[in-house]
C-alpha cells in the first residue's frame, strides 16, 4: 500500500480529487496526512472532515530552518510516507527533503511546464501569462520534484485550449479540471507500479 502523505497551502480541491478518487480502496494507495504551512487552509479542514490527520507546520514554528525540515521530515517519516504531493503548496520544499525523497515527490502545476513555470509562476500569474502570449493551448503537468521550481521530470500532462474569450479566472476553471483527473491518475499509476525513471525520464507501462 503506497503511503501518501500530501501538502497544501489552500483550499484544497485537489487533495480532495485524490481523497475522493482513491477512498474506494481499489488502488493501492491511501492518503495517511495533510500538512500544510497554512492553518487556515481549506486542505485542513477537509481533511479533519475526512477524519485525517491534518498537521499544521510552518517555518515560522521554528527558530530555525534545519529545525523546520527536521519537524516536516519526522511528520512525515512518522506516517510512513512512500509519496508525498504536492498540491497547491506554495513553499519551496527543503533541499535536504527532496534528496530524501528523491522520485518519491509529485506536483501539480496548472500550465504545461516547461512553459509558464518557475519562480512566481504560480496561482492566476500563470494564466495571465498564457493568455498575454497569446498560446491556444494550455493544460496541467504532473511532475516529480527537484530542487529547481516546477523543473523535475515530467509525469502527466494534458492540454485544454484556450478561447479568445478566456480570462486568467476562466482558464483557471478549465485547467483545474483537468488537474483533478490528472493528480490521482499520476497517483494510481505509482501505486499499480507503472512508473520508472531512467536517467531522468519518464516510463510509464501500460495503463
Ligand atoms: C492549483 O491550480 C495547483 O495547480 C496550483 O495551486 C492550485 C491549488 O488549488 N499549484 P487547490 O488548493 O488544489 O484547489
Redesign the pocket.
Known amino acids: 500500500m503506497l503511503k501518501v502523505s500530501v501538502l497544501?497551502?489552500?483550499?484544497?480541491?485537489?487533495?480532495?480529487?485524490l481523497y475522493e478518487a482513491l477512498k474506494d480502496g481499489k488502488s493501492n494507495a491511501r492518503i495517511v496526512a495533510v500538512i500544510s504551512n497554512n492553518s487556515d487552509?481549506?486542505?485542513l479542514e477537509l481533511a479533519r472532515s475526512f477524519h485525517l490527520p491534518a498537521i499544521h507546520l510552518s517555518q515560522k514554528q521554528f527558530p530555525s530552518p534545519e529545525e523546520f525540515t527536521a519537524a516536516l521530515l519526522r511528520t512525515l517519516e512518522s506516517h510512513g510516507t512512500d509519496l508525498i504531493v504536492?498540491?497547491?503548496?506554495?513553499k519551496q520544499l527543503p533541499a535536504q527533503l527532496v534528496r530524501t525523497y528523491k522520485y518519491r515527490i509529485l506536483?501539480?502545476?496548472?500550465a504545461l511546464l516547461p512553459a509558464y513555470g518557475g519562480k512566481g509562476m504560480?496561482?492566476h500569474f500563470?494564466h495571465e501569462a498564457v493568455i498575454k502570449s497569446g498560446a491556444r493551448k494550455s493544460g496541467?503537468t504532473v511532475h516529480f520534484v527537484d530542487e529547481e521550481y516546477d523543473h523535475g521530470a515530467i509525469l502527466l500532462q494534458d492540454t485544454v485550449d484556450v478561447d479568445p474569450a478566456d480570462t486568467p479566472d476562466t482558464l483557471?476553471e478549465k485547467?483545474?479540471e483537468v488537474?483533478h483527473r490528472l493528480l490521482p491518475r499520476a497517483v494510481k499509476l505509482i501505486a499499480a507500479g507503472k512508473v520508472e525513471v531512467r536517467n531522468g525520464t519518464v516510463h510509464i507501462t501500460s495503463e
Do not use: D, K, Q
Open positions: 497544501a497551502s489552500g483550499r484544497g480541491s485537489n487533495f480532495r480529487a487552509a481549506g486542505a504536492l498540491a497547491g503548496y506554495m506536483n501539480i502545476h496548472p504560480y496561482g500563470v496541467a483557471a485547467v483545474l488537474e
